[in-house]
């Protein structure tokens, strides 16, 4: 199986879109951030006379800080080293030559265009990193077993906001991801319900002065044909017969059949495709054995991809569609969790995308 991917930049703004000359409420909300300390920061740092717990907290910290940001092992040094270069990650010219190795081992090009060097990681995720990628591969696992990002960081030993830094990096990676899905012969496709922050619907409730919070809940559209599937945010309004032709039109082959519950506004593209449709309404499968209800494939991924988001309480509803496509690679992508491991490792390093540190929290996902 192909993953499919593209090369691109993506530009991430800042939490605050930068003006053209700051403000004054600007000034205040940056002074207001939460500001993280360095692992290696200690209450006593200068202390000139130290006591023995202080020094032995201090030695286990720097010790585990040493561990998180040592050189490279000669097998990361090999793996770099072994990812092919087709152009400058600059100017994407095809002329350029080896230019020796720095003091990590890694292969340094010259670009005969621009003249400007590179290493096989320039213009990547890992470019500039701080931490080995080998470390990449625990935080990977983690959130394979569905660990939340959080305890992922935790475990890992890492700065409280590496986790989200990473995190931002793998969403960066997996956009677009399933593009070009598409799912052929037997198709189960239903829409699996998130709600809106608690806040958010009591702010609908206030406003409409209804106990009903109308809009707070996000439809995503999912299908399966036992090999693929798709996860596909539609929006917060029940799926009219346009959003629902859009969004499956383009991921189900021609005279497939289609499973459903009925959905009347999934006849928009049963009529399209030519699709065969086989209903089985909610009130049919109701109180039925998983191993006897007809729609159990897609029961299935619902039922994991509730327990993966539940990992991940707080998440920002405007990046569903970013979640979606993580839990797609991990639904989809073939073997087992460090098969996953090694093909994200190696669509990471084919794909030139950038984030810097302090970016990393800004621009949302949109489509798929």
């Known amino acids: 199986m192909t993953l499919p991917g593209e090369c691109g930049r993506l530009t991430w703004r800042s939490w605050h879109a930068p003006s053209e000359e700051p403000t004054a409420t600007h000034m205040k909300e940056k002074e207001t951030r939460p500001r993280f300390s360095s692992l290696r920061q200690f209450s006593w740092s200068g202390k ?7 020094t032995l907290i201090e030695a286990t910290v720097l010790e585990w800080y040493e561990q998180k940001h040592r050189k490279p092992s000669p ?20 002329l350029f030559a080896r230019h020796g190795k720095g003091s990590n081992g890694i292969q340094r090009y010259m670009c005969l265009g621009c003249k400007r060097r590179f290493t096989p990681l320039t213009g990547t995720i890992f470019d500039s990193r701080k931490i080995p990628i080998s470390e990449w591969v625990e935080y990977l696992l983690h959130l394979f077993e569905f660990h939340s990002a959080k305890t992922s960081a935790t475990d890992n030993r890492n700065a409280e906001t590496t986790g989200g830094y990473w995190l931002s990096k793998i969403f960066a990676v997996l956009k677009g991801i399933q ?13 699996k319900l998130f709600d809106a922050p608690y806040a958010v619907k009591e702010k609908a409730k206030a406003k409409t002065g209804s106990s009903l919070s109308r809009g707070c809940q996000y439809y995503v559209a999912t299908a399966t044909d036992g090999e693929g599937a798709i996860f596909l945010v539609m929006g917060r309004s029940k799926p009219s017969d346009r959003a629902c032709m859009k969004t499956y039109g383009k991921h189900i082959a021609e005279e497939s059949t289609l499973v459903h519950d009925g959905e009347p506004s999934h006849n928009s593209f049963i009529d399209a495709l030519a699709l065969k449709s086989e209903v089985h309404t ?15 494939p897609i029961n299935d991924v619902h039922d994991k991809m509730e327990k993966f988001m539940s990992a991940h309480p707080g998440y920002d509803r405007s990046r569903l569609q970013d979640w979606m496509n993580l839990f797609w690679f991990i639904w989809c992508a073939p073997g087992d969790k460090m098969d996953k491991v090694k093909a994200f490792l190696k669509l990471a390093v084919s794909k030139r995308i950038r984030i810097k540190y302090r970016e990393v929290y800004g621009e949302k996902a949109d489509g798929e």
């Open 48 to 54: 000139k006379d130290k006591g023995e717990d202080e």
């Open 282 to 296: 909610s009130a049919e499968t109701k109180g039925m054995k998983d191993a006897e209800n007809p729609m159990d």
């Open 179 to 191: 593009r070009n899905v598409v799912l052929r012969g037997r198709v189960y496709a239903d829409e």
């Open 75 to 94: 097998e990361e040094t090999a793996f770099v080293n072994s990812i092919p270069i087709r152009s400058c990650p600059r100017c994407r010219s095809t």
